[in-house]
């Protein structure tokens, strides 16, 4: 059984940073990619990044790039979201999800996600 835990959220002041771990488990193959995105209040979840277990192809979304950074450490199966120079806008729940690709990642096309953790950023 899949199954993603993650961890790191918490409430920062604006430019500061946090660090987000994904630790996936039950999978039998690397073919799979895993992404981060967020959903904050009633709006729309909007992707932030992803990145493909096998062979670490990313993807980031425009309103992060620059400063956000994923990575994964195969050998401890989590996946980690950098977060430098935080903004208030970047406030939301974050969930780690899996997909078939980075590009499915990108389309939505999750397979698993996680319970979601909590970044406020406000001074």
């Known amino acids: 059984q899949v199954q993603l835990v993650e961890s790191g959220g918490g409430l920062v002041q604006p430019g500061g940073s946090l660090r987000l771990s994904c630790t996936a488990s039950g999978f039998t193959s690397d073919s799979y990619a895993i992404g981060w995105f967020r959903q904050a209040g009633g709006n729309e979840r909007e992707g932030v990044s992803s990145?493909?277990?096998?062979?670490?192809?990313?993807y980031y979304a425009n309103a992060v790039k620059g400063r956000f950074t994923i990575s994964r450490d195969n050998a401890k199966n989590t996946v980690y979201l950098q977060m430098n120079s935080l903004k208030p806008e970047d406030t939301a729940v974050y969930y780690c999800?899996?997909?078939?690709?980075?590009?499915?990642?990108?389309?939505?096309?999750?397979?698993?996600w996680g319970q979601g953790t909590q970044i406020t950023v406000s001074s």
């Open positions: 990145i493909s277990i096998s062979d670490g192809s990313r």
């Open positions: 999800a899996t997909a078939p690709s980075v590009v499915a990642a990108i389309r939505y096309e999750y397979d698993y």
